[in-house]
């Protein structure tokens, strides 16, 4: 997996590529030490380049949006492909993260 991150206003975009499995640990926890070190309260993880994932993907989300909502904050995610989407709905995400078609619609929800 690879993972860029860019600011926009006072929200942290985080694009995803590749599969959010067990092998992405190490990638993606740097994004949750940052996230916990960063003042922004609002995080955009880009799943548009994430053909699959798994517990643990799902788990790193929770985790990331958890923690943003105890301080205030919120995380959306944008444009998950369908298989993702149908991942995202099983484990009942749309009631924890806001799930949009693209970073704009996004950042206007803010």
């Given at each position: 997996m690879h993972i860029s991150e860019r600011m926009v206003k006072d929200t942290r975009v985080v694009v995803l590529y590749g599969e959010f499995d067990n092998s992405a640990r190490r990638e993606f926890q740097t994004v949750i030490d940052?996230?916990?070190e960063a003042q922004s309260l609002h995080i955009i993880?880009?799943?548009t380049h994430v053909p699959a994932v798994d517990r643990f993907g799902l788990?790193?989300?929770f985790l990331v949006a958890h923690h943003l909502r105890r301080k205030?904050?919120?995380t959306?995610?944008?444009?998950p492909q369908p298989q993702v989407r149908v991942e995202l709905e099983r484990a009942d995400f749309p009631s924890l993260v806001q799930i949009c078609q693209t970073e704009d619609e996004a950042q206007a929800a803010a």
């Open positions: 940052r996230e916990k993880l880009d799943l788990g790193m989300i205030g904050g919120r959306s995610i944008v444009n």
